[in-house]
Each structure stands twice: as C-alpha cells, then as structure tokens.
C-alpha cells in the first residue's frame, strides 16, 4: 500500500530565504507526483506536475525534483515570500490508479 | 492551468434534509472525478472516484446510499448528501482528471448541518 509522507510537518521561515520541502513515498511504481498548495478554507491550487519519466520541473521560484527510485521528491522554494504562506501537498498517482495519495502537509509560514 | 469550479461555495441546511453540489470542469472534458472530504487542519479524504456514464467507486467506510455521486456528462458531477446531518458538516473537494494525468481541485464547498 502506497504512502507519503512530508516532513517538516510545519516550518517558518524568515521572508526572503530558500527553502526546501520534503516528500516521501513507499512505493516506486508511481504515475506522477503533484505538488499543491492550500491557503485555508480554499481548495488546492496545483503548483507543479511531474510526470515518472521527468526528474524536475519548474515554475517561477518553485522548483519540484523527483528521485522516483529512491521513493523522494523536493519542492524548492526561492526567495521566499509571505504570500508563500499556505500549507503544501505532495500527492503521487500510484501506477495502474487513478487515485491520489497524499501527504499530511507542510504547513509554511513566511515572517516579514 | 485547467479551471474546476464548484457551487455552492457554502450551504447550511437542517438535519434531515438533503444538499447536492456540483463540480464541473470548465475548460476540459473529465472522464474521471473525485470528491473529497476535509476536516479542520487535516489532510483530503478521498470518498469517491466518479466515471462518467458509470456507477461511482467509493472507498471503504463511505455509505453509498448517503453520499450520492452522479457523473453525468464529462464536465459535471454531482455529490448528493441525503439525510444530512450535524456529523455530516465539513469541507467537501472535487477534482478533475485530465487525459494527461493531471488532476485539478475546485474551490471546495462548507457545509454546516444544523
């Protein structure tokens, strides 16, 4: 049975540093891997999508990594700012599902 | 990205009534939807996995007779809560599978049973 597990739980983090988000999963034969993001009482707002055969993709000052032997994926946040506050989600599509199966979440907080 | 939008955003109604909402996929077409459930500061729970033209899946511990989910064209499902009551009271999340694998959230919708 597939697992993910994202730690730090919850980080804070002066605005401005670089970050670094971890996720894990148990079993290898993964579709692809999402990574969200939800500010509170919303919905998920998808940030990144990497597919099995990919190792990052990136977008603006978010970089997401994949190491899917290894059962690892980061999300790299650059220059970090307090709208960055919100918690983020790394989800995997186990092959042969079409399910999802997330984390618990990274709570983030930036501090001016 | 691809839009999923959901409606309402929030209802409250009485026990023992029924609320539907809806999810729809606004710029693509879905052959498969999934509605989820969230409590206050934990993760989604998924409860369904909804295929258009078909009957829905629902994980283990989600009463089908309650919660129920129809997928009636490629861009709308809809989440029926029958018999509503305070315990049913909580954040509920669609999302949409495009043909790339990709799934895309709505906006989630609160309910309150009172």
């Known amino acids: 049975k597939q697992e993910v597990t994202q730690i730090p739980a919850a980080l804070s983090v002066p605005e401005g540093e670089n970050l670094v988000l971890n996720c894990s999963f148990t079993?290898?034969?993964?579709?692809?891997l999402q990574w969200f993001r939800q500010d509170p009482g919303k919905g998920l707002t998808s940030l990144l999508l990497?597919?099995?055969?990919?190792r990052e993709q990136t977008s603006g000052r978010l970089n997401a990594s994949l190491d899917k032997s290894s059962g690892r994926s980061t999300l790299y946040i650059a220059a970090s700012q307090p709208g960055d506050s919100a918690t983020y989600l790394c989800?995997?599509?186990?092959?042969?599902?079409?399910?999802?199966?997330f984390g618990q979440g990274t709570r983030l907080t930036i501090n001016p | 990205g691809a839009v999923v939008s959901q409606h309402p955003s929030r209802v409250i109604c009485k026990s023992g009534t029924s609320v539907k909402i809806e999810c729809r996929s606004l710029?693509?077409?879905?052959?498969?939807m999934f509605w989820y459930r969230q409590f206050p500061k934990q993760s989604l729970m998924l409860m369904a996995t909804?295929?258009?033209?078909?009957?829905?899946?629902?994980e283990q511990g989600v009463e089908k007779d309650k919660f129920l989910i129809n997928h009636a064209s490629l861009t709308l499902s809809t989440l029926t809560v029958t018999s509503a009551h305070p315990e049913d009271s909580s954040f509920y999340i669609c999302?949409?599978?495009?043909?790339?694998?990709?799934?895309?959230f709505g906006p989630g919708t609160r309910l309150t049973v009172t």
């Open positions: 999302s949409a599978r495009t043909r790339g694998g990709e799934q895309y």
């Open positions: 079993d290898s034969a993964i579709y692809n």
């Open positions: 990497i597919q099995s055969s990919q």
């Open positions: 989800a995997v599509n186990p092959e042969g599902a079409q399910k999802l199966v």
């Open positions: 710029d693509f077409q879905a052959t498969t």
């Open positions: 909804s295929n258009e033209g078909s009957k829905a899946t629902y």
